[in-house]
C-alpha cells in the first residue's frame, strides 16, 4: 500500500487557537485543565473546556450564513485554517469531508431557547451544514466510534484515498465538555478525583476535554516536509463494553497489525498513547507495548493537559505528535509521578530532542474497539 | 429488616435495574454467586448494583475496589447494606 | 455465502424470506417476541437499547458459527443516520429532567453510537476492523466500498455489513449483509438488490 501524506494539520484547544501556538504552550508546560462545577458532579471536577468567549470571536472568522453551535464553530474555524495553508477545493468532487466525533452536538439537548434547528443532534445534518459552509459538493462521512474516532477518521481518509475514490480528504473531529458526558463518566466511577495522571500508580480516572483537530490527506505531498501515514488498523476486544481487555489482545493485535504493514517491521521512535488515566486503560496499554516488542520505546500521554477529548482524542494526539515528530522532540507525560506494579514502564517524563523518524498513534475506546496508525517523516 | 426479607428485596431491585427479564426471582439463591456464574452479571452490572446502594439505601460508595468481598452473593450484599445502613441511623 | 437479513417494524426477512412476524398489535413486543423466536439464551439482549436489539437481531440469522476467516480478518463496517438519538433522548429525559443524580452507567454505555460495535463483536467473536459511520446517502454503496477496500489490502477475509435506524416504535429499519471474500465478484449486485429493497435506490437525491 502506497504512502498518503498529511499535508496540512490544525488545532485549536483551551490553549488557544493554531497548532503552533498549541505546540508552543504544550512546550512551556501549559495545561488547559481547570477546575470547575458541573451539574453532573456532587464536587468540583478538572476539565478542559473551551471559553464561549474565544469561540464567539471565532464568527468574524468564518462569516457563517446560517446559526451555528459551538462544536460547528470550532470545526469551521479548523477548517478554515486548515484551507489557508493549503491548495484544497472543497468544491472539487474528488476531495471529502470526513467528521469525527463521539457525542457532536450533545448539548443542544439541553438548549430550549436557541435558534438552531434540533435535527443537528443527528451528526449527518450537522455534518452536512458544516460542509455545505465550507463549500464541499460531496456528502460528508461521519465516523463515531467512541474515543477511537478521531485515529479511524485519518484511516478511513486514507483508504478511501488509496482506493481512488476520493483524491484527497479533510478529515476533522471534535467534541465537547457536557453534562451529559461527565454523568456518565462519573457513573462508571471513572472521573478522576483531581487531576488526571495518566500511567502513574495514583491515578483515579479521566478529566475530559474538549477541542478540535484536523488534516488534511492527500496521496501525494504538497511539500518535501509532508509527513506520511505509512501503516494502520483497528481491532476490537469482543470482551467487555466498556472495561479493556486484560490480556490487552485487541491493542497488541492492532499495534502487531500495523508494524507488520511498515518495511523491515520498523519500530517507532515513540508512542502518542491514549493514556486516559483510569486504572485499567493505562495498564492494559502498558501491557500492549510490551506485548508487541515495544517495552523500551519511549511513550507519552498528552490527557494531562487537553484532558480526554472523547472522539477528538485520537486526531489531536496525532496532530501534536506530527507537529513533536518534525520538531525531533519527546513530549513529557504530564501527571505522571510514580509507576506502580501494574504499568510496568514509565512514560517519558521530560522534554526530550532526538533525531527521529516516525512515531506510533493508539486509542482504545468502549465498545472493545482499538486503532493505531504510524506515521513518518519523508526522506529528505 | 430480617435478613432474608433484605436479601428478596434487593434481589427484586437487581432484577429491575438490570432488566434480567428471563431471570425467575425464585431461582436466584442467597448464596449464589452474582457475577460470572450464578446470576452471570458483568462489572458494568456492578455499578449499577452501586446506583441501587447510593440511591436506594443511601450508601456513599468512594473505593468501588473495597465492594468486591460484599458483591460475592446476595447474602454479603444484603450483610453489607445491613451493615452500612445501621451505622448510618 | 453472501446472506443478508432486512428488519422492518413488525418483520425480519432473510435472503428475502420472510422469517418472523410479530402478531398484529404487538409491536410494542416486537424485539421481546423476535428474541424468543431465535430461541437462544442471551440475558445481555434485555439490557441492550433498542438500537442495539435492532442490530443483534439483524446479525443473528446471517453470522455464521463456524467461521474460515480468522477472527482478527473478520470485520464490522455499520452506517447510520439516527445513530442513538432515541437513546440519547431518553436517557436526558431520565436523568437530567428528572433531576436524578444516579445516573445509570449502562444507559449511558447505549449513548455512544457505537456501542452495537462492541455487542456485535463480543456475541460473534469478531476482533478485526471495526467501522460506525453516519452520513446521509440513503444506499450502502460507501460501506461496500470500504469494505472492498480493506479486502482488497488484506485487512479483511470477512465482514458484517450493515446499515440501521432506529427513531421510534413504529419507526426504524435495518439491512445487514455478511459478506466473505468470495462473495467480491457478485458485491456490486448484491449490493444494487438490497438498496432497491430498502432504499428506493435510484429516486434518492443527492444535493
Known sequence: MSATYITSAEMLSPLGIGLDHNFQQIKAGVSGLKEQKSAAARTPIFCAAIAEEQVAEYDHLIQPTVPLTKLEKMVLVTAKRLLAQHNFDPRDPKNIFIFCTTKGNIDLLFES???????????????QVMARQLGFTNLPIVVSNACISGVEGILLGRQLIQAGLCQQAMVIAADLVTDFTISGFYSLKAYAKGLCRPFDKDRTGVNLGECCAGVILSGKPASSKDLKIIAGTSSNDANHMTAPSREARGLSQAIQHCLSQTEEDQLPDFISAHGTGTRYNDAMESLAFQQSGLGEIPFFSLKGIFGHTLGAAGLL??????????????LPSIGFENAGEDVKYQPATQLVW??????????????GGNACLMVEKSPS | MEKQQLVNEIKNKIIEQLNLVDVDPASVSATDPLFGEGMGLDSIDGLEIVVILERDYNITITEIESLTPHFESLNTLAEFVAAQTAVAA | MASYCIIQPSTIRHNGQLLFEARVGEEQSFFLEAYRYFDINYPKFHKMDRFCQLGFLSALPIVPEKRLAAPSKTGVLLASKSGSIHTDQHYYEKVFAADNIFYSPAQFTYTLPSAILGELCIKHNIQGENYFLLHGMQNLDLLKDYAKQLFHSQQLDAC???????????????????????????????????????????????S
Not at chain 3, 163 to 180: G, I, N, P
Request: aromatic share 12%; glycine share 6%.
Open chain 1, 113 to 127: 431557547d436557541t435558534l438552531i434547528p434540533k435535527g443537528r443532534i443527528l451528526f449527518s445534518d450537522s455534518a
Open chain 1, 317 to 330: 494526539e496525532t496532530v501534536v505528535s506530527a507537529e513533536a515528530l518534525k520538531q525531533n522532540t519527546i
Open chain 1, 354 to 367: 532526538s533525531p527521529m523518524k516516525s512515531f506510533l498513534k493508539t486509542a482504545s475506546g468502549f465498545g
Open chain 3, 160 to 206: 458484517l455489513i450493515g446499515w440501521m435506524d432506529y427513531y421510534t416504535t413504529d419507526h426504524f429499519q435495518s439491512c445487514y449483509l455478511w459478506v466473505e471474500r468470495e462473495d467480491l465478484i457478485n458485491l456490486d449486485t448484491i449490493i444494487i438488490n438490497i438498496n432497491k429493497i430498502c432504499f428506493d435506490y435510484g429516486k434518492a437525491t443527492v
